[in-house]
């Protein structure tokens, strides 16, 4: 199948997921490691302000947009306060651009948005593949077992269903206060039971045909059944369904972050960034706006991918 024949939204969608997990693979490489500081003198900056790092001798390092030199001392003028330091004390001096400005601890927002990138997309990622394999097991095994298995799978079903998939998820992080790992589990574990009725109705829909009954007839054991049988067969549909679903677990991931729910500050994701530059939307209105774009693109990619994959 060439590049020209698939359907135009799905190529569509593939560029632009491509070109924002190009863009958070390889920003970091290109930029380099993100200066830290720990003052507030380069805080909320506008974008493409060039700011000079200076690393002390005991570890620490500030970040000011003007640093003067005065006799044997530096004199570091922010925003917010001016520090004066002896030339002594001082390491190194480097000198960089903020093309995206700080935050208002003056760390460098283009490089917490390419590394917020990173844990978002591998969150979700990990996430969707959790809900892939338990909604497929669960489903094939709802279809294939028997009346008794499949009405206590099915129930179980329902009533994970009856109940929104986003408050479960904020009542479960707010109890556990998630690290990583169980961030994936909270995302995976609650959002199969959709993905499960689909394998289960398209499992439903081909049992009878003549070679699955033929290889059930000759023996064939349940598991290479399912491998060599089922699955070939209900691939486009859950290929779709894979496609929304992380679209759907990147806007959850977003907004436990957003809400306080999800991982700790010092890990830094979209939702988070969107969550401290509302704060200072007057001051840098581009502190939310751009991981919010960010996070638009990435879900209408996944979106146009889904839609892609049903017209195919």
């Known amino acids: 199948m060439s590049w020209r024949s698939l359907p135009r939204r799905f190529r569509a969608g593939l560029l632009g997921l491509g070109t924002i997990c190009g863009a958070v693979l390889i920003g970091p490489l290109l930029l380099g490691p993100a200066p830290q500081t720990d003052?507030?003198?380069a805080a909320l900056l506008p974008p493409g302000t060039r700011i000079t790092i200076v690393e002390m001798n005991d570890g620490r390092h500030l970040a000011a947009p003007r640093v003067l030199e005065k006799g044997d001392n530096l004199i570091l003028e922010g925003r917010r306060q001016t520090t004066e330091v002896g030339k002594s004390a001082v390491s190194t001096r480097t000198s960089r651009r903020a093309w995206l400005g700080t935050?208002?601890?003056?760390?460098?927002?283009?490089?917490?948005?390419?590394?917020?990138?990173?844990?978002?997309?591998?969150?979700?990622?990990?996430?969707?593949?959790i809900a892939l394999l338990v909604g497929i097991v669960v489903g094939l095994t709802a279809a294939t077992a028997g009346p008794l298995i499949d009405g206590i799978l099915m129930r179980t079903v329902d009533a994970f269903?009856?109940?929104?998939?986003?408050?479960?998820?904020?009542?479960a992080a707010s109890v556990l206060r998630p690290g990583p790992t169980t961030l994936v589990l909270l995302l995976g574990l609650t959002s199969w039971m959709g993905l499960t009725r689909l394998?289960?109705?398209?499992?439903?829909?081909?049992?009878?045909?003549?070679?699955?009954?033929?290889?059930?007839?000759?023996?064939?054991?349940?598991?290479?059944?399912?491998?060599?049988?089922?699955?070939?067969?209900?691939?486009?549909?859950?290929?779709?369904?894979?496609?929304?679903?992380l679209g759907d677990l990147i806007l959850a991931e977003a907004t436990l972050s957003y809400l306080g729910l999800g991982l700790p500050p010092?890990?830094?994701?979209?939702?988070?960034?969107v969550s401290e530059g509302h704060r200072v939307m007057l001051d840098a209105w581009w502190l939310s706006t751009l991981p919010g774009v960010a996070i638009a693109l990435l879900v209408i990619s996944c979106a146009l991918i889904g839609d892609g994959l049903q017209d195919s």
């Open 39 to 41: 003052s507030e003198h």
């Open 199 to 245: 394998v289960r109705g398209q499992v439903l829909s081909i049992r009878e045909r003549q070679f699955v009954l033929a290889a059930r007839v000759a023996g064939t054991p349940w598991y290479r059944v399912w491998i060599w049988h089922y699955l070939p067969e209900i691939r486009g549909p859950v290929a779709q369904d894979v496609a929304l679903r």
């Open 266 to 273: 010092t890990t830094p994701t979209w939702g988070q960034l």
């Open 161 to 171: 269903l009856a109940f929104p998939a986003l408050l479960l998820l904020i009542l």
């Open 103 to 129: 935050d208002r601890f003056g760390r460098d927002v283009l490089h917490l948005m390419l590394r917020g990138g990173r844990v978002s997309i591998a969150i979700a990622g990990l996430g969707t593949l």
